[in-house]
């Protein structure tokens, strides 16, 4: 029976992964999330560019799970230094980074998958079991049949559906919260709801989420009387 992170007896070995994120509970959460999906196996953790390139020229890795705002170097110039040390790996983007100019220069680096920040299990869960397709066909060796079958391998890497949110969760009232925060310099729920045209409820829910997943801090708010409400800042 096969295992999270584990290979079939006598079949492929598990692909190799490094996690390389500075957030620390990020870091473990995306670990966690590497060993649980069969077929996959998280060789090395790294919290800085530098620690990064140590990891691989001493470890064996097939995957590289980065995140793109590191404290001592952005992940493109990383991917940049990777590509320029020759090593055979593949390079999974997890950020926060919504600009389209990274996304293209990601995509210019060789990035084969672009993951948006915050993310659930299923979601990190598709993407990798869409690249360990992706690089069973590539290493089925041969030649492609034709157009058709080239099309089907490079887009095996990318999932056409969104990636799954909590229960009754939505991507757009997300974006929409995501927006707001960091827009401001710090938000309480009674103002983002004013800002997305939501509930209090449904904004705190969301925004609860986000401090969860690491992406903003909670801080209190003091000012009048009574409890201090709490302030919601981008991270």
């Given at each position: 029976?096969?295992?999270?992170?584990?290979?079939?007896?006598?079949?492929?070995?598990?692909?190799?992964?490094?996690?390389?994120?500075?957030?620390?509970?990020?870091?473990?959460?995306?670990?966690?999330?590497?060993?649980?999906?069969?077929?996959?196996?998280?060789?090395?953790?790294?919290?800085?560019?530098?620690?990064?390139?140590?990891?691989?020229?001493?470890?064996?890795?097939?995957?590289?799970?980065?995140?793109?705002?590191?404290?001592?170097?952005?992940?493109?110039?990383?991917?940049?230094?990777?590509?320029?040390?020759?090593?055979?790996?593949?390079?999974?983007?997890?950020?926060?980074?919504?600009?389209?100019?990274?996304?293209?220069?990601?995509?210019?680096?060789?990035?084969?998958?672009?993951?948006?920040?915050?993310?659930?299990?299923?979601?990190?869960?598709?993407?990798?079991?869409?690249?360990?397709?992706?690089?069973?066909?590539?290493?089925?060796?041969?030649?492609?049949?034709?157009?058709?079958?080239?099309?089907?391998?490079?887009?095996?890497?990318?999932?056409?559906?969104?990636?799954?949110?909590?229960?009754?969760?939505?991507?757009?009232?997300?974006?929409?919260?995501?927006?707001?925060?960091?827009?401001?310099?710090?938000?309480?729920?009674?103002?983002?709801?004013?800002?997305?045209?939501?509930?209090r409820i449904t904004?705190?829910?969301?925004?609860?989420?986000?401090?969860?997943?690491g992406l903003v801090?909670?801080?209190?708010?003091?000012?009048?009387?009574?409890?201090?409400?709490?302030?919601?800042?981008?991270r």
């Open positions: 029976m096969t295992g999270a992170g584990t290979g079939t007896p006598g079949g492929p070995a598990p692909v190799r992964v490094l996690v390389v994120e500075d957030e620390p509970v990020a870091a473990e959460a995306h670990r966690a999330y590497v060993e649980r999906t069969a077929g996959f196996t998280a060789v090395a953790v790294a919290g800085t560019g530098a620690a990064a390139l140590d990891a691989l020229s001493r470890t064996a890795v097939d995957l590289v799970l980065l995140d793109l705002h590191l404290p001592d170097a952005s992940g493109l110039e990383l991917c940049r230094r990777i590509r320029a040390a020759g090593a055979d790996v593949d390079v999974l983007a997890v950020t926060s980074a919504r600009e389209l100019a990274t996304v293209r220069a990601a995509a210019v680096h060789g990035v084969v998958g672009y993951l948006l920040k915050p993310f659930t299990y299923p979601a990190l869960r598709d993407r990798l079991e869409a690249y360990a397709a992706y690089r069973a066909q590539l290493r089925a060796g041969g030649e492609a049949a034709g157009q058709a079958e080239i099309d089907r391998v490079l887009g095996a890497v990318r999932p056409s559906r969104s990636a799954p949110l909590p229960k009754g969760m939505g991507r757009e009232t997300l974006d929409a919260v995501v927006a707001a925060v960091r827009r401001a310099p710090g938000v309480s729920a009674a103002e983002t709801a004013e800002l997305i045209g939501a509930s904004a705190r829910r969301y925004l609860e989420y986000l401090a969860e997943t801090d909670r801080v209190p708010r003091y000012g009048g009387a009574g409890r201090p409400e709490l302030e919601y800042r981008w």
